[in-house]
């Protein structure tokens, strides 16, 4: 089993910059892929970013690219979201994943993000 905890979420207004943790402990931390989504009210969740084992590989959602920065240190195992400039359609619950297959299937209890205008 592998538990994931987010932390680092708040109130930020619009511009502003936050950055989200997501510390992993149980299962071994190693040769996975990471991920961030978010989940605003009333919506579904859709992914923000992920990162490849070693980090040399990035994805993000066309909303986020250019504005975020997802990393990560397999030392301390915790994966890391930058984000700045942001906007008031950021607000969302963000939540961290994992997986070491073809689909997510550990999760994190997610952080609140809101943003001000």
């Known amino acids: 089993q592998v538990q994931l905890v987010e932390s680092g979420g708040g109130l930020v207004q619009a511009g502003g910059s936050l950055r989200l943790s997501c510390a992993a402990s149980g299962r071994a931390f190693s040769r996975n892929e990471m991920g961030w989504f978010r989940q605003a009210p009333g919506k579904g969740r859709e992914f923000v970013a992920s990162?490849?084992?070693?980090?040399?590989?990035?994805e993000y959602s066309d909303s986020v690219k250019g504005r975020f920065t997802i990393s990560r240190d397999n030392i301390k195992n915790t994966v890391f979201l930058q984000m700045n400039s942001l906007k008031p359609d950021d607000t969302a619950v963000y939540y961290c994943a994992a997986r070491w297959g073809p689909t997510y299937n550990y999760w994190g209890q997610g952080t609140q993000v809101t943003v001000s205008s």
């Open positions: 990162i490849t084992w070693t980090g040399t590989s990035t």
